[in-house]
């Protein structure tokens, strides 16, 4: 596969510095709902702050990958005295919890690093986020050019995990008669 120089955008996490103020999950569903800025539900946010108010625990998580299978591992990790629980780290839309999925489809979410045309100098969280917890940073790497599967297709994918690809075809076929008639 060819070689290609890519811009790599990273948003590096100071978890010490978080209070739990929620205002990048905000401001994330506002800017991905359509129309922009029309609502505001984090539980659409691709940013989901794990918070334990007792453990002094504020941890804000991008959404990554969508998993089809749950994972069998169940870490904990000790971090400066805070025990943070198995999943905390993990960024996975997977069917073992609700984060990182829209609440009406059940669709995975992933962070996009806003991407938009014209692009933003900063993505919205890091805007936001009035205690400096959200660092953006951009470098230039060379890296093997990839099938990038977009939100459609990651949607399709999930859904067919969950139902089977024969009822996703025929709720397509459906639709698709519907439309024409
Ligand atoms: S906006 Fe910043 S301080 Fe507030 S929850 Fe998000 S990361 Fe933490
Ligand atoms: S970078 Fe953009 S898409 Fe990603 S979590 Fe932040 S606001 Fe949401």
Redesign the pocket.
Known sequence: MAKIRKKIKT?KVDADKCNGCRA?EI??SA??STPKYSSVNPAR???HVISHRLKNIWLPV??GEYAPAECLGRDKYVIDGKEYEECSFCRASCPSRDFFKEPDSGLPLK????ESDPPLST????QKCLNDVLIYEEREEEVEEEVKLDDVEIGLESMIDKYGFQAVMDTVSRMSASKKG
């Open positions: 948003i990048c401001i994330c800017y991905h946010a691709r940013i991008f959404a962070c996009d690093m806003c993505p919205m969280c890091v």
